[in-house]
């Protein structure tokens, strides 16, 4: 996995500070349905992405492969990781869906030097928060499998997976209530970091660059370091 990869894998979809300084405010990031995501969860693995990319930029073996990414854009990143990892909990227990533990222990596996990198008293909670989520995508992987093989596709390909584990995933969030809190700015389907949390309207370059859910690497790099990862 390259260095400015999330340390949740791609997640579909990847809320946010404002870059002017906008802070979290209240204990939910979101909710999802009768769950909620929380602002603590999201803090979490933020520091824990930002600390990986700021470690990898320092490694002459992998800093030619990190991108400098806004904090701002990180956070929006974990709530929507930590939004759809709800989702896919809550579809998994609905359908009754299985996982298989021996490909979770494989990537779990895979996944521990990462645990190990981050302090001992995180490690725990890091280790169960992406746990969590993998287990979940394995379950909606479970599922797909089970409706491709309704339709008599014994042997899907991975595009035929991909456009099930997503149809899946899409239908069943048309189900569910979404809310984001604003300080995250989700658009109107609930997808955070999209627009600017902030009243105002951006006028200069910087505060476009600001507001912009994709902002210009070279404007990033000239955040102060508090604002960027890696």
Do not use: H, W
Not at 30 to 35: C, I, N, R
Not at 150 to 165: K, L
Not at 192 to 208: E, H, I, Q, R
């Amino acid at each position: 996995m390259k260095a400015n990869r999330l340390v949740l894998l791609a997640v579909a979809g990847v809320a946010t500070l404002s870059l002017s300084g906008c802070s979290e405010s209240g204990g939910n990031a979101a909710e999802v349905g009768d769950d909620v995501v929380s602002t603590s969860d999201v803090s979490f693995l933020t520091r824990m992405q930002c600390d990986a990319l700021d470690s990898a930029a320092k490694d002459p073996a992998q800093a030619a492969q990190v991108q400098t990414t806004s904090t701002r854009l990180v956070r929006a990143q974990m709530v929507n990781a930590l939004v759809q990892s709800t989702l896919n909990a809550q579809l998994a227990d609905k359908e009754g869906a299985d996982y298989d533990r021996a490909t979770y222990r494989q990537v779990m596996d895979q996944f521990e030097p990462a645990v190990q990198a981050a302090p001992a008293e995180d490690q725990d909670r890091f280790r169960d928060l992406v746990g969590q989520f993998y287990q979940g995508q394995l379950e909606i992987f479970a599922l797909a499998q089970r409706e491709l093989s309704g339709q008599g596709v014994q042997e899907p390909t991975d595009a035929q997976m991909e456009a099930t584990v997503g149809a899946l995933q899409d239908q069943y969030r048309k189900s569910v209530t979404v809310k984001i809190n604003p300080v995250y700015g989700p658009d109107a389907s609930g997808v955070a970091g999209v627009t600017d949390p902030s009243l105002s309207v951006p006028v200069s370059s910087f505060a476009k660059q600001a507001s912009s859910s994709s902002p210009a690497p070279e404007f990033v790099a000239t955040l102060p370091a508090n604002l960027r990862c890696g």
